[in-house]
């Protein structure tokens, strides 16, 4: 794993077209801000990794959907305000646009 430093409003790239950068820093919280092409997929961790259960399960069922109330692979763009703890998923085909 690399570890960097920033300060709020220094940025990383990543593979040419991939901008991360610290926007704000309360506490023990840290607002990064991401800039990615539209083709690319950003998931929290705690999103990939149910989303990732959830096509294990699917995949020894047989069965193409996801259970009732569990995050879709297909899920739609979700945002969260900054207090909240609710998982989010991005997918940059839905959004486009960037912070």
């Known amino acids: 794993m690399l570890y960097l430093t920033r300060k709020i409003g220094e940025s990383i790239v990543i593979d040419d077209d991939i901008e991360v950068t610290v926007v704000e820093i309360r506490g023990k919280s840290i607002k990064l801000g991401l800039s990615f092409p539209a083709e690319v997929s950003v998931y929290r961790r705690e999103v990939f990794d149910r989303i990732q259960a959830e096509k294990a399960i699917a995949g020894e069922t047989g069965a193409g959907g996801t259970a009732s109330g569990t995050v879709s692979e297909t899920g739609a763009d979700h945002e969260r305000n900054e207090d909240d703890d609710a998982p989010v ?11």
């Open 89 to 99: 998923a991005h997918r940059a085909s839905a959004r486009a646009r960037s912070r």
